[in-house]
Each structure stands twice: as C-alpha cells, then as structure tokens.
C-alpha cells in the first residue's frame, strides 16, 4: 500500500450556501485514479468514513459488487423487495463485512426499500428489516417467536418465516443465499 501525505484544500462555498461556508478538496495523484479505472468518462467514486479515516473507491456496479464479495467467500444474501407483485427494490447484503448494494426497480419511491437514499448504510438496513418484523417490544413476543419457529428475536429470521409481510400493506420480502 503506498502512503502519502497532502493538503486539504479549503474554499468559500459558493451560491446558496450560508455565509461563511466552506467547501473542501483532496488533490490525487493521478497513477492512483488511473490504477482505480476512473478518468475523464469514469468518475463516480464511493466515499466511506468510519469515523477516524474517509476511503474512497470506484464506484462498482451491482454485478462488480457481487463478484468480488463471492470472490471474497463472503456471506452474501440477494433481498427481493416486492409490493404485491411488483419487484421494487433488490439489495444485495454482505453479512462478513457489513456493506451492501441496493437498486431501485420503481419509479415509486415509497414502494422502495430506502426511499430515495441509494447508498443506504448496514444500520439503516437492519431498520428497514426491523421495520417488516413485529415489534420486539410487542406483548407475547416469547410466544409468537416460538410459534414461527425462531429461537430468538431476529429480524433476518423473522422475516425468512414470515417473508416480512405486515397486515397493513402488501409488501414482501424475498431471501436467497448468494
């Protein structure tokens, strides 16, 4: 891994933005985005920050995305997101490392899984999986856990018995190992 050192460097933000705004940008040596297969027509990057350090990596398609975690000998499950009939939204999730794609197949953003967020982080995931179970709080939680034949509350668990059906829509989920 090659390791260097540069400036941040720091603008007024310009436009709407309130007064005393910045903006701030990192220069890259040029070898590195070459050896990423970004240029001139290929620019679109991911950031990730984890809280001490930001990463940035070519942004990869869904297939790309795939390969390289089956590759990896990750654990890797495909989530089918249907309302009725109509496939809305499919998110591949890499349960080793905790990143995942997801993919919109509507126009209907209320039909989606995230909403009009396409780059939804593993938190915002597990709610939206919680968000198909019943409440963990919910009176008879033991006996209904027991009834579907899951060990314990588990949001993943819940909705491969139940297929995350809830009586007040007609959304469901699909699951299928990669």
């Not at 297969?37 to 679109?44: A, D, F, H, Q, V």
């Not at 991911?46 to 654990?75: C, P, W």
């Not at 396409?118 to 008879?140: A, N, V, Y």
């Amino acid at each position: 891994m090659e390791h260097r050192t540069g400036k941040i460097i720091v603008s007024s933000a310009g436009g709407t933005a309130a007064a005393g705004s910045k903006t701030y940008k990192v220069s890259i040596p040029s070898l590195w985005i070459k050896e990423m297969g970004l240029n001139e027509s290929k620019r679109n990057i991911e950031l990730m920050f984890d809280g001490n350090g930001i990463y940035i990596m070519a942004e990869k398609t869904i297939e790309e995305f795939v390969s390289q975690k089956r590759t990896m000998g990750h654990q890797l499950k495909k989530l089918s997101f249907f309302d009725d009939n109509e496939l809305c939204s499919i998110i591949y999730a890499d349960f080793t490392d905790k990143t995942l794609k997801a993919e919109n197949h509507t126009e209907d953003i209320v039909k989606t899984a995230f909403g009009n967020n396409e780059i939804p982080t593993w938190d915002e995931f597990m709610d939206f999986l919680e968000e198909r179970c019943i409440p963990k709080e919910r009176s008879g939680i033991r006996e209904y856990l027991e009834t579907i034949g899951v060990a314990e509350y588990n949001p993943l668990e819940i909705i491969k018995k139940t297929k995350g059906k809830m009586a007040e829509d007609k959304q469901w989920i699909e699951i299928e190992e990669i």
